[in-house]
């Protein structure tokens, strides 16, 4: 069927072709760009809305559906010309501006980038190469140093599968699934060397040669570099080596670490990539400056002493965790058999190896650990919140054993969150009808998020509400689709489509479903929190999300004791658990939440960045004073879980923890939310809401992090200035 072209519509599409405006929707949704601008996902979006959401807001999955003759026959229909030329427009001229942040503030690194290496990277929910919030923070990091053009490339794997999607069963019990990734639906292709040839790394080991390819994506002005070892010439075990994203045992471990590390270094060597600047974005990447002192010894004749200086100056760690297991150890057979062949290069004895991994060298007992290597090859380390630089410092303390602890060498950014990639459409549009116009580029300046006192308090209090019914309509969607895959009978069904109500006090909480996190923690009294979540006048509804590692059985239980109160009468109405969180959720929750609630057992939770993406949208916190809230909470812009104190006995603190959490929803949050002055509106709730949004937004944004991070530990880094070694 062919469509006549109305005469009007042929101008707007300035004379384009099919072929070219395909071209043109290709070329944006070729660029992670789109990610975080509205004009774009909107567009992508009104192409085709099933489709849309069927192929997990995937651009290049959804242009795949059509030819070039259909999507301009969709375009007329839909008068999106002028959309098209103008979200181009958009990313052209995103990517030509010269005149950003760091070219005033990092232009040492112009032509040699920071490299950034993760294991992880999450920057959309259709890209399954993260599992949670280490891979979030990665995303926004990468985002924010292409909106403030710091010079960076990123370093990951491409992981075949991924972490596991999460299903339910009908008892509550966590299944994982698989899934291929496609990587046609990716926007990516094969980087070139400097010969125009697909790069290959091989990475010898003593028992082999592993094989990676790599893949490299646009991220705005930045760009990810991803390896892949499913490629010919690997063993089949080697094929799938990097098939699962935390999935594998010890071996296999060491083996992706190896081919992130120093595979990363050779990857970016081949592209022809000098970086002024590595950073190890957690202990999984920590092989990789040995890789790059091999190639100064080679290169520029330095004995390894000398190399080991150079690497570290330009060498950034940071640690992510209080948890001891979180810090990879491996023993030393393991770390012999994968690095012996780079040892033997780097001319240093089996002893000087595994002492570079240990906290006492000498000690033959201790495993090689990953963050110890991080720390000794890094000459800027850093943890991720104030508190969380505190306690790494102590936890390390042993490495530097002639230092007090205050000046162990570990310092702190805290972490924060990529706001246009958080911040919801309906808020983004309030403040850009009140703030200044510049805001956007400068939302990491105090003076910007002042101006939301000037905001119409019955308007913020709108804009909420409909962030919250949009929620809850996402919240029915999934808890009615779910029922239905249970095949529950058709009246649960039904109830499940009008589950929650919008004028209700509502809470949300999504974590991993670790056992410091205490998911249940708030159902420690249930009489107490059935009074409080069925009180007639002021009632109070609670939605969870979260994963637990596969082979965590308690975090498992966790989920099935929460999911299962869908049967208790008391909890049926008011108590829902989402299935399967990754960012796509997490996005509707903290669009639309009243109360973001954390309660981890203090100080476990290093830093956490889902309660920072609240701020954004008019949410508040209610947390226990750990990571990031422990260094933001006033008294006047959100709640605090307990007084900031521990206690050695993890039961007692948990009592009192769950005592703090009634009390204060008793005495302070229900009594804020449900009042309402002579206009209607719920002030005191509404002031809240603004001191959130004025005290912590631009102290919690990913681009204040970048900021610090470029001024106090990328621009000294590679200026050579001369450096105390950290071992
Ligand atoms: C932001 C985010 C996280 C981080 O969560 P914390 O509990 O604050 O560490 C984890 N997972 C997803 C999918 C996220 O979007």
């Known amino acids: 069927m062919s469509i006549a072209i109305p005469e009007s519509s042929t101008l707007t599409r300035d004379g384009l072709t099919s072929q070219e405006l395909y071209d043109k929707c290709v070329s944006i949704a070729s660029n992670l760009w789109w990610v975080w601008s509205p004009d774009a996902i909107e567009l992508f979006r009104d192409i085709d809305p099933v489709l849309w959401r069927q192929f997990d807001h995937n651009p290049v999955r959804l242009l795949r559906e059509f030819t070039p003759a259909e999507l301009d026959n969709r375009a007329s229909q839909l008068a999106l010309y002028s959309r098209i030329n103008q979200c181009y427009r958009l990313l052209k001229e995103y990517l030509a501006d010269k005149r950003t942040w760091g070219a005033n503030n990092a232009g040492v690194l112009g032509a040699r980038p920071v490299a950034f290496f993760s294991a992880e990277f999450g920057i959309h929910e259709s890209m399954p190469i993260y599992s949670g919030g280490l891979g979030v923070l990665s995303g926004d990091h990468m985002k924010s140093a292409s909106d403030l053009g710091v010079p960076m490339v990123g370093v990951g794997l491409l992981y075949g599968q991924g972490y596991f999607r999460q299903l339910l069963d009908k008892n509550g019990i966590q299944d994982e699934a698989y899934v291929d990734t496609d990587r046609q639906a990716i926007a990516m292709c094969p980087a070139l060397d400097v010969d125009h040839q697909p790069v290959q790394v091989g990475i010898e080991t003593r028992v082999g040669t592993i094989f990676a390819k790599v893949w490299q994506l646009d991220i705005g002005r930045v760009r990810l570099y991803l390896l892949d070892c499913d490629v010919d010439g690997n063993s089949d075990d080697d094929r799938k080596l990097t098939s699962r994203l935390y999935g594998g045992d010890e071996r296999t471990k060491i083996r992706q670490e190896l081919v992130l590390g120093v595979g990363g270094v050779r990857a970016l060597n081949a592209l022809g990539i000098t970086p002024g600047i590595f950073h190890l974005n957690e202990g999984h ?81 201790e495993l090689f650990c990953m963050t110890v290597i991080g720390l000794k090859l890094s000459r800027k380390a850093n943890a991720v919140s104030q508190l969380h630089g505190h306690v790494s410092r102590r936890m390390w303390s042993s ?203 203090r100080p476990m939770d290093a830093s956490g960045t889902s309660g920072q993406k609240v701020i954004y949208n008019g949410g508040l916190n209610f947390s226990v004073l750990d990571g990031w809230w422990s260094e933001a909470f006033n008294g006047t812009n959100g709640f605090a879980i307990g007084n900031g104190t521990q206690h050695v006995d993890d039961d007692v603190a948990d009592d009192r923890d769950a005592l703090s959490i009634y009390e204060t929803l008793e005495k302070k949050i229900v009594p804020s939310y449900y009042l309402r002055d002579s206009d209607g509106l719920p002030n005191d709730w509404i002031n809240r809401m603004m001191n959130s949004i004025a005290t912590l937004a631009w102290r919690f944004s990913s681009h204040r992090m970048i900021m610090d991070y470029t001024r106090e530990c990328y621009v000294p880094a590679a200026g050579g200035k001369s450096c105390e070694m950290n071992f």
Not at 293 to 320: C, K, P, Y
Not at 522 to 540: C, E, G, L
């Open 285 to 365: 990447s920590a092989f990789g400056p040995l890789e790059v002192i091999r190639h100064r010894m080679e290169e520029d004749g330095l004995s390894f002493e000398n190399a080991v200086r150079d690497v570290a100056q330009q060498t950034v760690f940071t640690t992510h965790t209080p948890i001891a297991s979180g810090h990879d150890r491996f023993n030393c057979e393991l770390v012999e058999e994968h690095l012996g062949p780079l040892r033997d290069a780097l001319e240093i004895s089996y002893e000087q190896m595994m002492g570079l991994g240990r906290v006492d060298p000498q000690n033959k007992s």
């Open 399 to 601: 490495l530097w054993p002639w230092r007090v602890e205050e000046e162990v060498p570990i310092g702190h950014i805290t972490n924060g969150v990529h706001v246009p990639s958080w911040l919801s459409v309906q808020m983004r549009r309030l403040y850009d009808r009140y703030f200044s116009q510049d805001w956007m580029s400068r939302m990491g300046e105090p003076d910007i998020w002042s101006e939301i006192y000037n905001v119409d308090p019955g308007e913020l209090w709108e804009t909420h509400n409909i962030l919250k019914t949009q929620m809850i309509r996402f919240v029915r969607q999934r808890v009615s689709a779910l029922s239905r895959r249970h095949q529950e009978e058709d009246k649960a069904i039904e109830k499940a489509r009008k589950i929650l109500d919008p004028n209700v006090l509502t809470l949300g909480f999504a974590a991993r479903f670790e056992t410091y996190q205490r998911a249940s923690l708030i159902f420690r009294d249930f009489d107490r929190i059935d009074q409080i979540v069925n009180n007639s006048q002021r009632p109070v509804q609670l939605i969870f999300a979260g994963k637990a590692h596969p082979k965590n059985e308690s975090g498992k239980q966790f989920i099935q004791s929460i999911s299962n109160l869908r049967h208790d009468p008391r909890f049926r109405d008011s108590v829902v658990f989402i299935e399967d969180y990754d960012i796509n959720v997490c996005r509707h929750l903290i669009w639309g939440v009243d109360v973001w609630l954390n309660n981890p057992r």
